[in-house]
């Protein structure tokens, strides 16, 4: 159970929004990891980091759909004119989500490149599980952020955490040989 004793109700709401975010990654990236192949491809790093990279463009889906909705919101508003300041609230939130969303794929790309290529091959598919995870989890995060700022846990955390999963892995890796 997550730690809620002497926390505010906005904080008890993020701490159970984070973990339910930790949780579903880890379940969700596990499930997927016992249903897709795994990659029918040479062990060469260059082989490796092709497959990576497909994984990641798959993973900017959001982040182009967020520029998409942003830039329709400014068109068809007072907001074309990104100098008026004239951005209604939802306009604002999405702009935070894309800007996170942004920081969180630059984290991806390079973190999933790494681990691709240290990675044993019969595990490889997990790269395309955590592009697939990350997919969920920014929308999830999206749609929370839109409802209430408190909401966008769940899918912050799913995505912090796997990125620093991730990381530690490959750092791991590296330093294990």
């Known amino acids: 159970m997550v730690y809620t004793v002497g926390m505010t109700i906005a904080q008890r709401i993020v701490a159970i929004g984070a973990a339910t975010g930790v949780i579903s990654m880890i379940l969700f990236i596990w499930g997927l990891m016992t249903v897709l192949p795994v990659p029918a491809i040479t062990a060469d790093p260059g082989s490796r980091l092709a497959y990576a990279l497909t994984?990641?463009?798959?993973a900017l889906v959001p982040f182009f759909m967020m520029l998409v909705v942003i830039g329709n919101q400014r068109l068809f508003t007072d907001a074309i004119d990104p100098t008026r300041n004239a951005e209604s609230l939802s306009m604002r939130v999405d702009g935070r989500?894309?800007?996170?969303?942004?920081?969180?794929?630059?984290?991806?790309?390079?973190?999933?490149?790494?681990?691709?290529?240290?990675v044993p091959m019969n595990y490889l598919q997990v790269v395309w599980a955590c592009a697939l995870w990350f997919v969920v989890a920014r929308t999830i995060f999206w749609i929370g952020y839109s409802a209430h700022p408190l909401y966008r846990a769940p899918g912050m955390a799913g995505t912090a955490y796997m990125n620093a999963g991730i990381i530690l892995y490959v750092l791991y890796r590296v330093v294990a040989g």
């Open 55 to 58: 994984a990641n463009v798959f």
């Open 97 to 118: 989500v894309a800007d996170n969303t942004l920081q969180q794929n630059f984290v991806f790309a390079v973190a999933s490149l790494a681990l691709s290529v240290v």
